[in-house]
């Protein structure tokens, strides 16, 4: 698979349909933003509407939720077909989706389902995402998603498995800084030893959401702001990688847009204090052209 | 060890039937049984179509309330594993569901809510079409008016009510108490359809539903207007028919028209 790594586009949000109105009638600083792919799988009204003006005027990237890349069901040719339509439409910077499988047998959960780390698992990934990026024309990007069980045959650790796939498959990481740093909590591991084990010129992106804490678990239910310890996690994952493009990622309990762009304010602070000038993105310079 | 599409199938069976055989492939953490960590997965599941049926429904959830929706969500999805990579799509079924659903067989309202509910959201993100204008059809020469075939906006669909659903939708939308459910002494003639980026509906008389069923068949205007005043009566017949018609222009419910050319003439010399 050819192409260069994609730009670091500076600090995105998730485009919610609550929104729409505010960023196309207004100036907010947000430099990209992240679309997600089955929202705009329709034939047409005012999603695909809103999504061309939003394509107009910033950088776009495509986030899927149910490519279930892991699964051991056939990859589901009508919708990567209709992934590939809106990538048409939408000419994405990288379109993304997650390492993980949402269902077999023709039922979709509607979840991102944990995968074990095994090398049959391994080499099954792999194969799939060659498919879909050679049916796709370019690369794809994997997120790492949270999860709450770890099964017994595993074999190595998710860092080893998430970065075997990118080096294998030959393709680009979103690295969820939410998702690791819940996941270390669910399973007792430490979040720099992922941070450090994953290769740095494969994380093109990163995520940045809210939790729900359980005591004994965290659910990652982005309807919530950003938890300092979070925070704390990205300033690691900037210094350790340097300007990545950033995304704020709210799902559930959607705030006016004020509120997320002033958590996008926050993270840009950071890699500011972090990296300097270098936190300033190519995105928001296409932006204000 | 379980090969991973064994695995796959345990966890999915696990989250839909409640089998607990997977919890021998999953792990305690440190601070939690797998049990607990397991249901997770199981009630997010649960939850999240649920949250979606009352997104996509929020009428009849309005209309039923917390308790009496949060029931036939759960038997909706119970019976109906999302088979969709979308989830705008799972609740298709929902107003069919409703229909079948013992429960609701005395309160036709509801099903006829949820319709109402799914016909509004397929219209809204339904084809695109320029609606036709006025314009262009004031700019026809008055001759070929009788050889007019309409086309219906792509995203119009027509609904028959046996009750006052449409009523107690409107009054839910104005967050007033519904009027009580009443079966309708005539069935009502309802369009939803899709009018610049909102998802519309009007109520029609019978005369106007039975022109709109007829125009929709590509039915051409000169036979519609004779179909009209055989269903009311001669008198203003055109005019009504006229009327009808703009009625659906200004509203953007018509996406085009074309003339059917009349039949052409038997050429006489051929004639013994």
Redesign the interface.
Known sequence: MTGDKPPFLGFGLGLRPQHYREILDGTPAIDWFEVIS??Y?????????MLDRICERYPVVMHGV?LSIA??APL?MD?LA?LKKVAARVEPKWISDHLC?T?????????L?PV?Y?E??LN?VVDRVGQVQDFLGRRLTLENVSS??????SEMTEWEFVSEVARRADCWLLFDVNNIYVSAF???FSTDDFLHGVPRDRVVQFHVAGHSHE???I?DTHDHPVCDEVWDFYREAVTHFGPVSTMIERDDNIPPLAEVVAELDHARSIAREVLGDRALGQGRLQAAE | ?????E???S??RG??AGDDAVL????D????K?E???G??RN??VA??AE?LAEDYEQVHAYLGDDRFARLATAYIAAN????????W?GRHFPAFVEQNETYAKRPEVAELAALEKALAD??????AEPLRIEELAALPPEVWPWLVFQPHP?ARRLTFATNAADIWCALKEETAPPKPKTLPEPQAVVVW?QD?MARFRLLSPEEAMMWGEAAKEVRFGVLCEMVATFAGEDGAELRAASYLKGWVDTGTLAGCRTEPPPARPDRSQLR
């Open positions: 089955e929202n799988m329709v034939e047409g009204g005012q999603p695909l509407h149910s699964s051991t589901d919708y209709a499988w269902g077999v047998h023709g039922v979709n959960l509607h979840d389902l074990p095994t049959e698992a099954h709450y069980v770890t099964f017994g045959q669910n399973h007792g005591e004994s678990h659910i | 060890m379980k090969s991973l599409r695995l796959q199938e966890f999915q989250i839909l021998a492939e999953v792990k953490s440190d601070k939690e797998r607990v960590l397991f997770v997965y997010a599941y999240r179509l979606i594993p999302s088979d969709q990579r979308s989830a705008r799972f219209a809204f993100d339904g084809p695109n995203t899709r980026f």
